[in-house]
C-alpha cells in the first residue's frame, strides 16, 4: 500500500466499527506522533482487540489505536527481517488467497467492509463463536480505504503470528504495549507478555 489519498471509488466513510470507543467518533490523532488524522489527513491503520467477557458475555474491548503512516513505517523497521518475511509468508499464505477467492465469488463485497468483518480472515471463523479477536483496517483522513480491505482475525491467528515472530520482534512489541497501550487497569495483566498485543502491519 501507498502512502496517497486513495481513488474515490475505492473509499467509504469510516464505519463507526472503527470508531474510537471512548468518545464515538473518529480517532483524531496518531497513538506515537499525535499527528491530527483528519485535518492533515495521511494513511494511517486503526487496530481494535475484543475479547467476549466470561462472565456476562459481553463484547469489551482490550485495546485500540489509530496510528500514521510514517510511525507504521519506522515501527516495522524495528521488527526482525526474520519476523518481517515470516509475517509476509504467513500472510501470503493465508489470508490473500482466502480473500481473493471469497471475492470472486462475491464482486459487491469490495464496498461492504462487513463482509471482510464478519469472520476470522484466515481461519474462517464466524465471529459470533470467537471469544478474542482483533480488527484491522487502513483509513485515509475521514475515509476508510479498500485498497487494502480491512480484516479480522481471532485469537488463534494472533497466536500463531506470534509464535512466529523473533524474541527481538515481541520484544518491540511488548515495549510499544507498555508505553502506548495501557488500557483500562483490570486488562493490564491481558496485555502482559505473553497475552494478546497488537499486530502492526503494513
Ligand atoms: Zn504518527
Known sequence: MENQNPEESNRIIIPKLFYDSLNDAPFTNCLMCNRHLLMNPTTYLIEKAYRKNPVNGKKEIIFEYAICWNCISKFTESYSKKSMANITEYFNDNIVRRERSELMKI?????????????????????KELDEYQVLGYFYGRFMTLDSPPFLFSGAVSDEILSILSEQT?????????????????????????????????
Request: contains cysteine; neutral net charge.
Open 170 to 202: 515481541l520484544d518491540e512489541l511488548d515495549d510499544f504495549t507498555g508505553k502506548y497501550l495501557t488500557g483500562p487497569p483490570e486488562f493490564s495483566d491481558f496485555l502482559r507478555a505473553p497475552k494478546r498485543k497488537p499486530v502492526i502491519l503494513l
Open 107 to 127: 464482486p459487491e463485497a469490495w464496498n461492504k467492509p462487513d463482509f471482510f468483518l464478519s469472520k476470522c480472515s484466515i481461519k474462517g471463523t464466524p465471529v
